[in-house]
């Protein structure tokens, strides 16, 4: 099913994509086909990608370029990084609704950030 673009947050064609992860833009097409991702679509049926999809995309590369996995080791990562993900979305929403600080943001971000560092590492060690 087809996805209708959204004008209030910022998108990217696919060629802007493909500059900015400085790979072409069949490569993009493929990591869509393989790991089975959805691009929100124009009228006419055009790619646009959000922030998130930047993203996604960019540690896609990064499994795949610098930390030579695999596609099927990529594919597990991201399905294993999928399950934590519900989690740690309802804990921020959690903090916004309570009015946190921007200290306290940061401070979720960089706890967070460390837990990501932290389960990479496992990853690789497996």
Known sequence: MEQKINM?????RIGE???KLDVKKFVIRFWEKE???KSDRSGGGQR??????LDRFTYIKELLYEKKFTIPGAKNQLNNLKEIKPAIKQEFT???TQNSSNIETK????KLNMIKK?????YQNL
């Open 107 to 110: 401070a979720l971000f960089e």
């Open 94 to 96: 959690k903090t916004e």
């Open 35 to 37: 790991f089975d991702l």
């Open 48 to 53: 646009f990608y959000t922030q998130e999809d």
């Open 8 to 12: 209030n947050q910022r998108k990217f």
């Open 17 to 19: 994509l493909a500059d």
């Open 118 to 122: 932290q389960l990479e590492i496992l």
